[in-house]
């Protein structure tokens, strides 16, 4: 990755990750339940939000991921 940052500007998603953004006047109503490489869970106020990035159609066992990742959310 250290080489892959020092050759320029990263396009796309090249290395996965996902991230969930949140105003800052609801900072202190948010709780980060759990944070995966393919998806967030986080509690604000009484709503627990749950961002998901599913692989492509291209990927290599793209349904065996979604099948983990989404059992993975279920247990939360």
Do not use: H
Not at 21 to 50: D, F, G, P, Q, W
Not at 62 to 70: H, N, S, T, Y
Request: hydrophobic share 40%; with cysteine; net charge positive.
């Amino acid at each position: 990755m250290t080489n892959r940052v020092k050759s320029g500007i990263l396009f796309g998603r090249p290395y996965g990750g996902v991230m969930s953004l949140i105003r800052n006047k609801l900072r202190t109503i948010t709780e980060t339940v759990c944070c995966s490489e393919r998806y967030t869970v986080i509690k604000v106020a009484n709503y627990l939000i749950v961002n998901v990035y599913f692989p492509c159609t291209g990927t290599p066992d793209r349904l065996l991921i979604c099948e983990d990742i989404i059992a993975e959310i279920q247990s939360w």
